[in-house]
């Protein structure tokens, strides 16, 4: 079975910063890319940055310049740091691979997520 533990959530105040961090199966660290899903509350779930094998970044409009996203393929570990943190950054952070991990069986291989809150 695929395992995605996302962790270092929390709350901070606006303009603080945040480090995420994931932990994923091999299998879907071999995809050529990985990627930080956002789903605020009563909103959808959103790309906000992603990573090729290597290297290559892509970020959302609305954290570019703030994010920063990074992966270790050795330790099957990605991260993302987050700085100047806003209110709107307030979600639950998730990690998958980008497009999202696909078997045979689905493609509904979602983790627990890590709350990241941001004081208004």
């Known amino acids: 079975q695929v395992q995605l533990v996302e962790s270092g959530g929390g709350l901070v105040q606006p303009g603080g910063s945040l480090r995420l961090s994931c932990a994923a199966s091999g299998s879907i660290f071999s995809v050529n890319a990985m990627g930080w899903y956002r789903q605020p509350p009563g909103k959808q779930r959103e790309l906000v940055a992603a990573?090729?094998?290597?290297?290559?970044?892509n970020y959302a409009d609305s954290v570019k310049g703030r994010f920063t996203i990074s992966r270790d393929n050795a330790k099957n570990r990605m991260y993302l740091q987050m700085s100047s943190l806003k209110p709107e950054d307030t979600a639950v952070y998730y990690c998958?691979?980008?497009?999202?991990?696909?078997?045979?069986?689905?493609?509904?291989?979602w983790g627990q997520g890590t709350q990241v809150t941001v004081s208004s």
């Open positions: 998958n691979a980008d497009p999202p991990y696909c078997s045979p069986y689905g493609c509904d291989y």
């Open positions: 990573i090729t094998k290597s290297g290559s970044t």
